[in-house]
């Protein structure tokens, strides 16, 4: 037995360091926290201390009982998880619940998995942090109280199943109170002059007029102005300029740029961030710091002279615009900048050279640049055409790094020729093209967090996990709407002669963008009604103020927690006794034939249109809203207009044809078969000879194209590519194949080789029992009885399971496997939970 045990959160992490220690040394994994407030109860003494109550999960029991084990045998415990407030907790509750006593236990801390930096540590241990974890006990204690005092308030007041934080519904604030913005802005048109001028030995460039016009009259007219005019160089400046790296990248900043660049969502990076550090392959992930270390900086130094040459290399150090950084040790950079790519999966090598190129550039000397302007004279009119040039003297940083940007860039700098004072210029052309001022764009996900870091609202490392729950709530979505058309005006002179043309661009786009549901809408505005002060962006900001104060030992949390308690709590109470119930309704008009109120509301499945209410009488009528309608916008005429749905179009093959909107479109039904319609194409407009060419198109794409063993296989595409379908199974085509002309015989392969992978996946199969065990993904294996699923990890010894231990399994795993067909249960589950 090994005199020294090593714990840690991840198996990943363990693998890792347990190739730098010696035979004297077990590294186990926590896995994780393995103690947390209750799920079923709010888990605060709110009567007295605010003490938490803590409890080691279900699923932990087995982990803790192996490490106490461990522990006990063992001369000395190091607590080496993470260096932030979380991983402080985690090392204050294994002392905690595996009594360990002081003299036996030692705390370490690295920045980075390698080597010299885990020996570094072991040589200088410390004791618990209690600042650290009391910031982070204020934090959890806190988002305890807020999420269960707020969100019952919710469920009586707007709908079931919702939730609240504090964080998450700030986030969503931010959405709607966007969306408002640009329901609510109005563009203008105004015209953009631009020309295109050339010397006389034909090397041309482009300038424009610096300030719009306003009107179509006042456009056409400077056109007109410039008929047979003259056109001279009136001035000529050129100045020197230089371009500054970025710093190397803080959580927030990679979790920005890795979606500018490399299209990654806030969680996907932050999970394949994880994956690097456990490697070794960078430093901590989750970091407000810029700087680097005086190793970092002259690992990059030597790098970037043995890779570019000693005039690309300018060492600096950034100083940090984050206030109270908690974890402002190093910002995150490679391990060893002598590694410019790593042997990995795809992503994780993209993420991993994002990072070095970013480090590595920050000491890298700055870009030099020359920079004219031109203004260009006409003998005709008064306005000056301007033109700009940037020429690279020196790249810099720039051979390695550009940092990209949120917004789009319309004046993009270009090369200009050899030009000088009073030189003759011959016109191209000159265009007056109508613009029309743009609304605010909605957020990215890394849009988002700029914002929330700008605001002071949560912690970088919270920001993937709101951006998740915000959305599986379903109080924002991603945008799916490609936009619409609009035309506008375009004149053009040339060689004399002025001509108009109508021009088309799509706008209003919002695909990938952050879009509030009616839900979050209504959700929102509650909030902000009833609890203003919690959803204040300054009193957010303020919080987090109070967390970095008791992680530095200037501020007691339990007082914070009394002080936020004593109003906030009985303010909950008189909103859920008095408040009016709040579903979003807004009444549009009257039904023309029964005078009863037309309104459009939240209902228990999403927004919809009522006519009349519940106290009537006669029932009220139900008209959901279509996926591009929402509760703020609709019209009276479009919210009647859904009451003439569904719509019966006509009879085939002995059954009805109907037209309808669904929860994912408007559709065609023909006997039990759906067909969607095209983006765009309105349901109303659907007539039978539409719906019949849908159908034909419907059957002719889901005829059988062969058979195999007597069963028919059909293909088409989905949202994964292109499949088969045989027995009621799919099987992915790839691009080995091509699709549009599979033989019999590459049906027969694909089949077969699904077939196959099918029974190789198969470990146990009680057929009697209606029992199997499969292997699942990421080395995992799965007991499934009916349409319950228990996963179990990577350590079964799953070909040595019996059926009385699979039993065991299922039972012991109660509500825990995953059920399908239960969705609806299962998110009643989770909403207590916050």
Do not use: C
């Not at 803080?250 to 990076?269: D, P």
């Not at 399971?801 to 399908?820: C, H, M, N, Q, R």
């Amino acid at each position: 037995m090994a005199k020294n045990l090593v714990i840690v959160e991840s198996p990943a992490k363990a693998k890792t360091i347990e190739k730098f220690l010696g035979s004297d040394y077990k590294v186990a994994s926590s896995f994780g926290h393995i103690a947390d407030l209750p799920t079923k109860e709010i888990g605060v003494d709110t009567e007295g201390d605010f003490t938490p109550k803590y409890i080691v999960s279900k699923d932990k029991k087995d982990v803790v009982k192996k490490l106490k084990s461990l522990a006990k045998a063992a001369e000395t415990v190091w607590l080496a998880s993470d260096e932030d407030r979380e991983g402080e907790a985690i090392a204050w509750h294994l002392s905690e619940e595996l009594k360990l006593k002081n003299d036996k236990t030692k705390r370490i801390v690295f920045h980075e998995i390698t080597k010299p930096a885990i020996l570094k540590a072991i040589e200088n241990p410390r004791s618990i942090d209690y600042n650290l974890v009391n910031a982070q006990q204020a934090r959890r204690v806190l988002d305890r109280l807020v999420g269960y005092e707020l969100s019952p308030v919710l469920w009586r007041k707007v709908k079931g199943g919702l939730s609240a934080g504090r964080v998450q519904s700030v986030a969503v604030r931010l959405i709607v109170e966007r969306e408002r913005e640009i329901q609510d802005f109005e563009a203008q048109a105004s015209y953009r002059i631009d020309a295109e001028f050339a010397t006389e030995d034909g090397k041309s460039f482009k300038a424009r007029i610096p300030k719009n016009f306003d009107t179509k009259e006042e456009a056409e007219q400077f056109l007109k102005d410039n008929i047979g005019a003259n056109f001279k160089v009136a001035e000529l400046t050129t100045k020197p300029a230089k371009k500054n790296p970025a710093p190397p990248f803080t959580t927030s900043t990679l979790q920005q740029e890795a979606a500018r660049k490399l299209y990654f969502s806030v969680g996907k990076t932050m999970t394949l961030a994880q994956r690097l550090y456990e490697a070794g392959h960078i430093t901590y992930m989750r970091t407000d710091s810029v700087n680097l270390s005086d190793e970092a900086r002259e690992g990059a130094k030597k790098e970037i002279s043995k890779a570019y040459g000693d005039k690309y290399s300018k060492p600096r150090q950034f100083k940090g615009k984050a206030k109270g950084a908690q974890e402002a040790h190093e910002a995150i950079r490679p391990t060893s900048f002598q590694k410019h790519s790593i042997s990995a999966e795809r992503d994780q090598q993209r993420l991993y050279e994002l990072i070095w190129k970013r480090a590595i550039a920050s000491q890298m000397s700055d870009a030099q640049l020359e920079r004219t302007n031109v203004k260009i004279d006409a003998d005709k009119h008064d306005n000056q055409f301007t033109a700009n040039g940037e020429v690279l003297k020196f790249d810099g940083f720039l051979k390695v790094y550009l940092e990209g940007s949120d917004e789009e860039d319309e004046e993009q700098s270009g090369m200009l020729p050899a030009l000088k004072e009073n030189q003759a210029l011959l016109n191209n052309y000159i265009t007056a093209t109508e613009r029309f001022t743009r609304p605010p764009y909605r957020y990215t996900e890394a849009s988002l967090v700029k914002k929330l870091e700008e605001l002071g609202i949560g912690r970088p490392s919270t920001y993937a996990p709101t951006i998740s729950t915000i959305q599986t709530r379903n109080y924002i979505e991603k945008g799916s709407i490609e936009g619409s058309e609009r035309n506008y005006v375009q004149f053009k002179l040339k060689n004399n002669k002025l001509s108009e043309k109508t021009l088309t661009e799509t706008v209003g786009s919002d695909k990938g963008k952050l879009v509030p549901t009616a839900t979050g809408m209504v959700v929102n505005d509650f909030l902000v009604n009833h609890f203003s002060n919690i959803l204040d962006y300054n009193f957010t900001a303020r919080v987090e103020e109070s967390f970095d104060n008791i992680a530095e030992g200037n501020q007691e949390w339990k007082v914070m927690m009394k002080d936020f308690y004593k109003d906030f709590h009985p303010h909950v109470q008189d909103v859920a006794r008095n408040a009016d119930r709040e579903v979003g309704e807004r009444i549009l008009g009257e039904d023309p034939e029964t005078g009863k109120p037309v309104s459009v509301r939240l209902g228990k499945f999403g927004p919809m249109v009522q006519i009349g209410s519940v106290e009537d009488e006669d029932k009220p009528k139900f008209a959901s809203l279509s996926p591009d309608q929402n509760l703020e916008t609709i019209t009276y005429e479009d919210a009647m207009a859904l009451f003439e749905l569904p719509k019966k179009l006509g009879e085939y093959k002995g059954e009805a044809v109907e037209v309808n909107n669904g929860r994912y479109g408007p559709y065609v039904r023909f006997g039990k078969k759906f067909v969607s319609l095209e983006k765009g194409e309105d349901p109303l407009n659907v007539d039978f000879d539409r719906a019949m060419e849908l159908i034909k198109e419907k059957e002719k794409a889901d005829a059988p194209i062969a058979e195999y063993k007597n069963k028919p296989v059909q293909k088409g595409v989905g949202r994964f590519g292109p499949f088969l379908k045989w027995n009621n199974m799919f099987i992915n085509v790839n691009k080995k194949y091509d699709f549009d002309n599979l033989s019999n015989a590459d049906i027969e392969e694909l089949i077969e080789d699904k077939l196959k992978k099918e029974r190789e996946k198969i470990i146990h199969n009680w057929e009697e029992e209606g029992i199997r065990v499969e292997k699942a993904r990421w080395g995992r294996f799965n007991v499934i009885k009916g349409k319950t699923k228990v996963e179990l990890p990577k350590t079964t010894k799953a070909g040595e399971l019996t059926l009385d231990e699979v039993k065991d399994i299922l039972e012991k795993s109660g509500k825990g496997g995953k059920k399908t067909g239960r969705k609806k249960s299962a998110k009643k589950k989770t909403t207590k939970k916050k």
